[in-house]
Each structure stands twice: as C-alpha cells, then as structure tokens.
C-alpha cells in the first residue's frame, strides 16, 4: 500500500501571493487533516476533512482554506501570503474521522513552503 | 496557548539504558493521547496512545503512562537503542467540532552507542 503523497517538496513564493498544496491520502483513507510546522515547534492543526467536508478547524484565519476530492486526495490552499506562512505543511490521513486520534494517523513527508 | 507542553528541548541516553520523554497538557477534555517519532525529511510515525480512561499502555519496548490528575503523560523506551534517536512528539485529541488533535514542541532524543 502507498503512504501518503504530498507535492510540492519545495516551494518559495513572494508575499501575497496564493499558494495550493497537494495530498493524496493512503489507499482507504478518507479522513485528511493538514498540519503547519514551524521551525523548532510542533505540528499545529489546521483543519480536517471527512468525506469531501470541513468537520473541524484550528485557530488559522479564512485566507486557510481547503478542498478535499471524492477520492479523498486534499488541497490546502493559502491566500494573501505572510512571511510568517513560511513553514513545513503536513498532510495526515486515517481511516476513519475517529481513527487518526486511537490508531494514530499517517503523514506524508510536507510541503516546504517558503515567503519572501 | 500552549494546551500541551514538552518542557525538555533534548535529551541524551546511553544505548541499553531507559528513555523517559515527559508531557504535560492543561485540557481536561482531551481524550486521547499519543506520541509520534519525526526523523530528518520525513512525517512523523505513529507510535503509541493511550485513552484518557486508562492509566498505562504497552507496546513491545514502549510505554505510556497517563496520570490523569497531574495532566502529565510519559512514554519509556526500554532497552534504548541508537536507532530510537529522533523527535518526539506528545499529542493530544478532543472531539470538539470535530476531532483535533494539538501536539507538544517536541524532544530531540539523542541514544548513544
């Protein structure tokens, strides 16, 4: 079975720029959350799909929005880019909107999005 | 707001020795808790949780211990070996509009041979 995918590996963008980030979930996942990580911190949560819908959000402003296809694969789209954007973006997937939080969820490698 | 704190940046063990990365959170609602592995380029692995209803979880060379009262979790590794060298991660869920889950900073875990 395949992991989770996410590309870009890398990106640089300018300030106020849009940005979208792609993830394809593991085979049978259909819950998606995406994750900011900042440099020496841990991974803060930004939102999570279940079934193509939001069902929940962390504390990021609106310009964070996101898609997620009926083959459960996941955009995280950025609007109006900030220098403090700059960050490691994390997918994570599991089988299960509850499942990620008992069995643990599985993450991709991250986008490396940076704002000059 | 910082719901879950990893107050130790690093730490540093002998091969064969006991691991203890420790993890407070101030929550009360969260009602699981796990701990992740992060090496270099890479996601970070799932490696164990426990349920806010149980006090103790095992899992081969892995332990988690929750006490409740103290909102302090801990995770043990023993025997320590070279290849456990990496950043862990203490995390914590709470179903509130959806489940969330808030992770601590994080403990660099250095296993010397």
């Known amino acids: 079975e395949t992991g989770v995918t996410q590309s870009p590996t890398h990106l640089i963008k300018t300030r106020g720029q849009q940005v979208t980030l792609r993830c394809s979930s593991q085979s049978g996942h259909n819950t998606v959350s995406w994750y900011q990580q900042a440099l020496g911190q841990g991974p803060q949560f930004i939102f999570q799909y279940y079934r193509e819908e939001e069902n929940g959000r962390g504390n990021f402003p609106p310009r964070f929005s996101g898609l997620q296809f009926p083959n459960y694969s996941s955009e995280l789209n950025v609007n109006a880019l900030e220098l403090d954007d700059s960050a490691l973006y994390l997918c994570?997937?599991?089988?299960?909107?509850?499942?990620?939080?008992?069995?643990?969820?599985?993450f991709g490698s991250g986008t490396r999005l940076t704002v000059v | 707001d910082q719901q879950v704190k990893q107050n130790s940046p690093s730490l540093s063990v002998q091969e064969g020795r006991i691991s203890i990365l420790n993890c407070d959170y101030t929550?009360?609602?969260?009602?699981?808790f796990l701990w992740y592995k992060k090496y270099p380029a890479e996601g970070p692995t799932f490696l164990i949780s426990?349920?806010?209803?149980?006090d103790k979880n095992e899992d081969g060379r892995f332990t988690v211990f929750l006490n409740k009262s103290a909102k302090h979790l801990s995770l043990h590794i023993v025997p320590s070996q070279p290849g456990d060298s990496a950043v862990y991660f203490c995390a914590a869920s709470v179903k509130s509009g959806g489940f969330k889950t808030i992770f601590g900073a994080g403990t660099r875990l250095f296993v010397k041979a």
């Open positions: 994570a997937s599991s089988p299960g909107q509850g499942a990620g939080v008992h069995y643990g969820y599985t």
């Open positions: 426990i349920s806010s209803i149980k």
């Open positions: 929550n009360s609602m969260f009602d699981y």
